[in-house]
């Protein structure tokens, strides 16, 4: 079982292409500060490895789950051209489990 934990949004982003499926899935918790995070995983297949990939935003100031949305659909996601569907869960309990 391979999980990838990137720091940077563009590290995150450029794995996009490896992806199994088009699902990106979202999971929003309160942070330390005032405001959210969001942790954002998908599969990705590299080599002949099923790879969670996955990377926490933090978006202090803002409590908007809506908006906090809006801002990381306005990412590089679109200049990539990919089919990107966010999905609100969790799919890393269900690869710990599976793996």
Do not use: C, W
Request: hydrophobic residues 45%; without cysteine.
């Amino acid at each position: 079982m391979l999980v990838f934990t990137l720091y940077e949004i563009n590290e995150f982003v450029s794995f996009l292409p490896y992806r199994i499926h088009r699902e990106i899935f979202y999971d929003f918790t309160r942070a330390n500060f005032d405001g959210l995070s969001v942790g954002l995983a998908f599969l990705a297949k590299i080599d002949l490895n099923v790879v969670l990939v996955q990377t926490v935003l933090n978006f202090p100031g803002i409590q908007d789950k809506d908006a906090i949305l809006k801002k990381i659909r306005e990412t590089d996601f679109g200049e990539l051209d990919l089919e990107v569907k966010f999905v609100h869960g969790s799919i890393k309990e269900i690869y710990m489990s599976i793996s």
